[in-house]
């Protein structure tokens, strides 16, 4: 058998295979050399992001300790704005305090100038006094001995320092006397122990009553009936020259003529027809009463050989 000659085929399995690996390795060389990536590269972009990342941190960490230092600040003059309106308004109060009290005193002032000349008209002591004047101000002060009956209802108690004033001005026409008392609208006695006998006069007697006046308090009822009941009973003996004086600013009874005709049982002299004590009263009239004070006392005064001074409140 004849042996068939074999081609020569350039495009066999093992040229292909050549080929290919040669085209790959000039693909590969083309892409080493122009990518443009190095390690380097790399590395500087890497370092310049790190920089810029600490310099970022500290441009925050700086904003933050910024930020802490405003609000303490902010908060420091926030409490100082507080105190100053705290303040500001305590000063204002005080102003307007001092300006109603300023107020207060111009009007008292002028009101009780004409008032103050008569209660205090008399200068003598009774050191030096030889006589004793009959009469002050249209106020009888020959009296041997001297009752107060004192209204201690909470209106009277807001201008307390003022019927303390007054009456040491009273007890001021009266340099001498040989005894007095206090007492308030209901009744009860200043001090307890004297209660149905005469305090003492004597200077530092005075001083001391007066001093425990202070503080004086108690039940009222803005009414001086009980108290005058009590001083009557108690105190008023014929022949025995005894003034009550009534301080108040209100009269809250039912009836004036119950008062008057009580007063007129037991202030008068049986034998004389006379009134036993002569009464006066001092009003301290705001003119939330009605006037009904004033009204009873004039006529009270005028019935008991007394007399009524009106004081504006």
Same mark, same amino acid.
């Given at each position: 058998?004849k042996?068939?000659?074999?081609?020569?085929?350039?495009?066999s399995?093992s040229?292909?295979?050549?080929?290919?690996?040669?085209?790959?390795?000039?693909?590969?060389?083309l892409?080493?050399?122009?990518?443009?990536?190095t390690?380097?590269?790399?590395?500087?972009?890497i370092?310049?992001?790190?920089?810029?990342?600490f310099?970022v941190?500290?441009?925050?960490?700086?904003?933050?300790?910024?930020?802490?230092? #405003?609000?303490?600040?902010?908060?420091?003059?926030?409490?100082?704005?507080?105190?100053a309106?705290?303040?500001?308004?305590?000063? !204002?109060a005080?102003?307007?305090?001092?300006?109603?009290?300023?107020?207060?005193?111009?009007?008292?002032s002028?009101?009780?100038?004409?008032?103050?000349?008569?209660?205090?008209?008399?200068?003598?002591?009774?050191?030096?006094?030889?006589?004793r004047?009959?009469e002050?101000?249209?106020?009888?002060?020959d009296?041997?001995?001297?009752?107060?009956?004192?209204?201690?209802?909470?209106?009277?108690?807001?201008?307390?320092?003022?019927?303390?004033?007054?009456m040491?001005?009273?007890?001021?026409?009266?340099?001498?006397?040989?005894?007095?008392?206090?007492?308030?609208?209901?009744?009860?006695?200043?001090?307890?122990?004297y209660?149905?006998?005469?305090?003492?006069?004597?200077p530092?007697?005075?001083?001391?009553?007066?001093?425990?006046?202070?503080?004086? /308090? /108690?039940?009222?009822?803005?009414?001086?009936?009980e108290?005058?009941e009590?001083?009557?009973?108690?105190? !008023?003996?014929? /022949?025995?020259?005894?003034s009550?004086?009534?301080?108040?600013?209100?009269?809250t009874?039912?009836?004036?003529?119950?008062?008057?005709q009580?007063?007129?049982?037991?202030?008068?002299?049986?034998?004389?027809?006379?009134?036993?004590?002569?009464?006066?009263?001092?009003?301290?009239?705001?003119?939330?009463g009605?006037?009904?004070?004033?009204?009873?006392?004039?006529?009270?005064?005028?019935?008991?050989?007394?007399t009524?001074?009106? #004081?504006?409140?």
């Amino acid at each position: 058998m004849k042996r068939r000659a074999r081609g020569g085929d350039i495009f066999s399995l093992s040229f292909l295979d050549v080929v290919s690996c040669g085209f790959g390795a000039v693909v590969l060389l083309l892409l080493i050399s122009k990518s443009g990536f190095t390690e380097s590269d790399t590395n500087r972009d890497i370092s310049t992001l790190l920089a810029r990342t600490f310099q970022v941190e500290d441009e925050i960490q700086q904003l933050s300790g910024r930020r802490e230092q #405003l609000k303490t600040e902010l908060a420091a003059r926030q409490s100082k704005n507080q105190e100053a309106l705290a303040a500001a308004t305590a000063a !204002a109060a005080q102003l307007n305090k001092k300006q109603a009290e300023s107020a207060s005193l111009q009007k008292e002032s002028s009101g009780l100038q004409n008032t103050r000349e008569i209660l205090q008209r008399a200068s003598i002591t009774p050191a030096t006094a030889e006589t004793r004047d009959e009469e002050v101000g249209g106020i009888p002060v020959d009296s041997d001995y001297v009752i107060f009956i004192v209204d201690t209802s909470g209106s009277m108690q807001d201008i307390w320092p003022r019927v303390l004033r007054e009456m040491e001005n009273v007890l001021d026409i009266h340099p001498a006397v040989k005894g007095f008392q206090i007492m308030n609208d209901n009744g009860a006695h200043l001090i307890r122990s004297y209660r149905g006998k005469w305090i003492p006069d004597t200077p530092r007697r005075r001083k001391s009553v007066l001093g425990a006046m202070r503080n004086w /308090g /108690g039940l009222s009822n803005s009414s001086p009936v009980e108290g005058l009941e009590v001083a009557l009973k108690t105190y !008023a003996r014929p /022949g025995e020259k005894v003034s009550v004086y009534i301080f108040g600013d209100d009269y809250t009874g039912s009836s004036y003529d119950a008062v008057i005709q009580t007063l007129a049982k037991l202030n008068t002299d049986k034998i004389s027809r006379k009134p036993l004590a002569k009464v006066h009263a001092i009003g301290f009239l705001s003119g939330h009463g009605g006037g009904r004070f004033e009204i009873l006392m004039r006529e009270v005064t005028r019935r008991h050989g007394g007399t009524f001074v009106a #004081l504006p409140q």
